[in-house]
């Protein structure tokens, strides 16, 4: 699959910044969405998190969603839908 990973954050949010971080240093691309300049992102991401802007927020190419995921997490999900 060759579409990026989208990551709902936040500009002050440090788990984002570190997921972030691991997951350049791993050579994983992703598009990241700060939801508080993008309302549509917030609506998102509360839908997906039971009314909470949870971030940081990682949707994958095939739409699955993880919360604030590790980065082994985010690679073991990114192996699985490239084997598939």
């Known amino acids: 699959m060759s579409a990026p990973l989208t990551m709902y954050t936040t500009q002050w949010c440090a788990f984002c910044k570190r997921l972030k971080a691991q997951l350049a240093r791993e050579g994983i691309e992703m598009a990241e969405v700060d939801i508080e ?10 839908s997906v998190n039971g009314g909470n802007q949870t ?9 699955s969603v993880m919360v ?11 192996a699985e839908l490239t084997a598939s």
Do not use: C, H, L, W
């Open 37 to 46: 300049r993008d309302p549509a992102a917030a609506e998102y991401v509360m």
């Open 55 to 63: 971030v940081p927020t990682v949707v994958f190419p095939d739409g």
């Open 68 to 78: 604030n995921p590790s980065s082994i997490q985010v690679k073991k999900r990114m």
